[in-house]
């Protein structure tokens, strides 16, 4: 039975219709909006369990795809940062057989049209949310994210960008309407008439270069903003973070085998450790559209190299935060330790650099000087994370060798002087565990040696405390850097409305997010989808957004057809 003639399709149309139009609403109003719950007991009493369960039975298993072209061995390099075994294998992929198959699959996807491309995306998105406590489990085990962040960010969080990815398409696949009459009057004689149809037309096949600290959060928008707008995808995991992109795809291939499409429009390559698998599938000529999260070294590769396809990248930035004065002296403190600390530094959004007048700032508290600032901070940093227990909640696990190298690097003093060292936190549930608290430095705006440090990204618990001459100054040290290096994130703290005005400036000039004055349950590090943008596009650390129209809208064009009418 062909796709459009399946049922099934029909009904996955009208069973979604309303949150798809619900999207929608989201994505004009920009308010909080979620069809998927975030809190844990909305997946029932024993979602935990069964969740933890269907986990465990992964656990040193053969993960089967079946119909993909396999090249007949195995491939799996997972190591827990939580100390625990996953021996989990995964059939490599066969390269000769993979794009016969992808071609054979991708005209009746591209023929579906956005509404049942819409509702099939939908419905593996449902899906993957019912198994969400699995996909934490997965997501915990390969990233060292602790398991309510996994869970949330994972899970939930994740599925959001998805269903904003799919929604965005769907709107600016809609936007010109598929049937329309073309009337010119030409006076005395008779008007010409045209019938025209406007047809969405894919680019060809995508590819999701997945990364190791969010699989899903991070691969989502791609994988979704490609399915929905009509391309067959192929996703390229991180050897490290393999098992929740998998999970996506087997759900993916599932749902589409049901809708009666062929199920390689979604395909898995697995690799080994530096096999260098994206090089190869990245110049490939039928792929037309690339989303990487990564290395910018390897962003730039691909920037550079794969010039028939578009290529969406996220990379490395270093984010800053400006603090020149506070009405909330002890909420800023407890916003920065916090944010500073979730999931040890390991995130794109996490602020790296804090620019703080040498002369002090005005607080609440009275006025405070740099050196009491930064030991207010540390101290702030060790209250959070006085308790083993709670520590290991927040900072979750080191993800790979080159952050605890950062980290162990810190320690010793070889970034500068250390205002807070990295402990060693011990996990009662994980005695493997690598976790490593938070490393606050002192630098010098004006050293060459400090500066040499502290403008690259040191991603993980390494954090810069930076003496600057004046907020002036720190606000042109901002911009020198998000120009420079790349930001996902800019943050200030101030009451002048003239510092202010100047750090809007000087973020919107540069093409960085600002957040200002955040001393609540909201933190720097974080975005809501349909309500914020995840990056700009407009600076060096992403030349993309999620998920803004510029970030779907080109994986398809539009094609004409005219009839006289």
Partial sequence: MAAAENPFVSELIERHQATLARALTALAERDYWSPYPEFPKAYGESGAADGKAAFDALLGSTF?????????????????????????????????????????AAPAWAAAGPAARAAVCM???????????????AVMHTTGQAYGMAFQAGGP???????????????????LPEQSSWTKPQGKRDPLRLAKESVVVPRGLALVVG???FPTWNGFPGLFASLATGNPVVVKPHPRAVLPLALTVRIAREVLAEAGFDANVVTLAAEREREGIAKTLALLPDVRIIDYTGSTEFGDWLEQNARQALVYTEKAGVNT????????????????????????????????NLLIPRTGIETDQGPKSYDEVVADLAGAIEGLLSDDARAAQILGAVVNPAVLQRSAAAASGEYGELALAPRVVESAEFPGATIRTPALIKVEAHKPDDRAVFLNECFG????????????????????TVTE?????????????????????ACLDTGVSLSLNLTGGVFPNQTAAFSDLHGTGANPAANAAYTDAAFVANRFRVVQVRRPA
């Fill in 64 to 104: 089967a795809l079946p119909g993909q072209p396999e090249a007949g061995d195995l491939v799996g390099t997972e190591v827990s940062p939580y100390g625990i075994e996953l021996d989990i294998a995964y059939p490599r992929v066969d390269l000769d057989a993979l794009l016969p198959a992808v071609r054979a």
């Fill in 123 to 137: 419905e593996i998105l449902a899906r993957i949310n019912a198994r969400s406590h699995e996909f934490g489990q």
């Fill in 157 to 175: 969080h994740a599925q959001d960008r998805g269903l904003e990815a799919v929604a965005c398409a769907f709107a600016e696949q809609t936007r």
């Fill in 211 to 213: 990364c190791n600290t």
């Fill in 321 to 352: 935060v400006v603090v020149d004065s506070t009405d909330d002296y002890k909420g800023m403190l407890g916003n920065l330790s916090f944010a500073l600390s979730l999931y040890s530094g390991q995130m794109c959004t996490t602020p790296q």
């Fill in 461 to 480: 618990p390494v954090f810069f405390a930076v003496a600057v001459d004046s907020s002036s100054d720190a606000v042109d040290l901002l911009r020198r």
């Fill in 485 to 505: 290096q790349g930001a996902m994130t800019a943050t200030g703290y101030t009451t002048s409305p003239e510092v202010e005005l100047a750090l809007v400036q």
